[in-house]
């Protein structure tokens, strides 16, 4: 201290013109509840949290949801329907005609197509009316001597009972049949609502939808357009995949129920196809559920003979798409689990019945597609095999697909977007303006 005072300096720890060092005081913690609570306990709690506001968050959605299932259900079969029929409105674009010309077209062309297909299965229902009802008798009756007869022994007087008392049940319940039909009218009046809904959105999905992505794009952060435009176009890209992969899954399982039918000569074998191809767009589950009615016919016109040939049939298309069709045709449009597709569809029909089963699995499809993109591109980059994460390309598909990417590059026009394989500059630019 005294040299430094020699050299007119302060000494350490000393304030100018003060001799006394200067003290520091250091204050100790004291102790906090979270001291004595174990690292492991303490980041349970914080994962718990966040857990439960996840578990209320997806809550709240799905309420939402169902409370607008009215609205976002035509929108969902509207964008199903689009990315099937949109193939057919581009080729007619590419081929000089207008953009709302070319989704009019398609429009009237599916619908007269669905009008003539239901009109087809009307018909035939109606020739084969008269002759079913005796058919029907019939087979109520083989049914009721193979019970009686079979190894069930059930006596006449039980199956006698059996139908009176249903007949009592069915003259009790005038007032739920009353209220049921009130119900039914409801619902006619939303599906009317819904139809043309579906319509209407379809057809601005078909001329407009490209601008409308690019619209919701540019609503996004500057930053995030581009990987947010890249996933999204991978995600239709996929979507359309699946629904093409679904329809021809759909019209094999159809085709086979169809000739299987007409063949055991069970009657309505037209309808039941029909109803096989709907339901097949149901994942793994629908065609079984949808041909349980094709058993319930051959039971009651043939006897149960004919109905376990039936079931024979349905067991034998099931097994040909699950392990034929579905790992050969759908595997390279999607890469889903079967569990996860179970649940998906589970959810989607608590959520909104029927109708929610059939969207769950290619919303599934195009959350997981987009997801993945942006996990692995968080950048925007397009994908090294120019294909969506997660799906399965051929070589032959890949080489139609540069062979569309140069031929797309040719044709590009100064207000067109990029084409999948164009950097991310390029992109930047299209949605930036």
């Not at 009008?115 to 008269?130: N, R």
């Not at 890949?398 to 100064?414: I, L, S, V, Y």
Request: with cysteine; hydrophobic share 50%; aromatic share 6%.
């Amino acid at each position: 201290m005294s040299g430094a005072a020699r050299r007119g300096e302060p000494p350490p720890f000393t304030a100018p013109g003060e001799d006394q060092p200067l003290r520091v005081v250091t204050a100790e913690s004291g102790s906090t509840i979270d001291g004595g609570i174990p690292r492991g306990v303490r980041v349970a709690a914080a994962w718990s949290w966040r857990l439960i506001l996840f578990v209320l968050t997806a809550y709240v959605l799905l309420k939402l949801i169902s409370l607008l299932r009215v609205v976002l259900i035509p929108v969902a079969i509207a964008l199903l329907l689009a990315a099937l029929f949109q193939p057919f409105a581009a080729w007619l674009n590419r081929h000089g005609v207008q953009r709302s010309l070319a989704a009019g077209l398609v429009l009237v062309g599916s619908l007269l197509l669905v009008f003539g297909a239901v009109a087809l299965i009307a018909q035939t229902v109606i020739g084969q009316v008269s002759g079913l009802s005796t058919q029907v008798r019939q087979g109520l009756d083989e049914v009721r001597v193979w019970l009686a007869r079979g190894p069930l022994h059930i006596s006449q007087a039980h199956l006698t009972n059996a139908i009176d008392s249903l007949q009592k049940r069915i003259g009790a319940s005038q007032g739920a049949l009353t209220s049921g039909a009130l119900n039914t009218a409801t619902t006619v009046g939303e599906l009317a609502t819904g139809f043309l809904l579906v319509l209407f959105t379809l057809f601005f999905f078909l001329r407009d939808g490209a601008t409308i992505w690019r619209f919701l794009c540019r609503l996004l952060p500057r930053p995030a357009r581009v990987p947010v435009a890249r996933a999204g176009h991978y995600a239709w890209f996929t979507l359309v995949s699946y629904v093409r992969a679904t329809v021809l899954v759909a019209f094999v399982d159809a085709l086979g129920v169809g000739i299987g039918l007409a063949l055991l000569r069970i009657p309505l074998a037209l309808p039941m196809a029909a109803l096989v191809f709907l339901g097949a767009f149901i994942p793994v589950i629908g065609a079984i559920l949808s041909g349980a009615l094709a058993v319930l016919i051959a039971l009651v016109t043939h006897g149960p003979v004919s109905a376990l040939a039936v079931i024979g049939l349905l067991i034998a298309v099931g097994q040909l798409e699950g392990h034929v069709l579905q790992p050969l045709i759908m595997g390279r449009a999607v890469a889903l689990h079967p569990l996860a597709v179970v649940l998906a569809i589970a959810t989607g029909v608590v959520v909104a019945g029927i109708v929610g089963g059939l969207v769950a699995v290619p919303l599934l499809a195009v959350f997981n597609t987009a997801v993945r993109y942006l996990v692995e591109h968080p950048g925007g980059e397009p994908t090294p095999d120019r294909k969506p994460p997660g799906t399965r390309a051929s070589k032959k598909d890949e080489a139609r697909a540069e062979e569309r990417t140069e031929r797309a590059e040719e044709r590009a026009g100064p207000t067109d977007p990029p084409p999948e394989s164009s950097s991310v500059g390029e992109r930047r630019n299209w949605l930036t303006g």
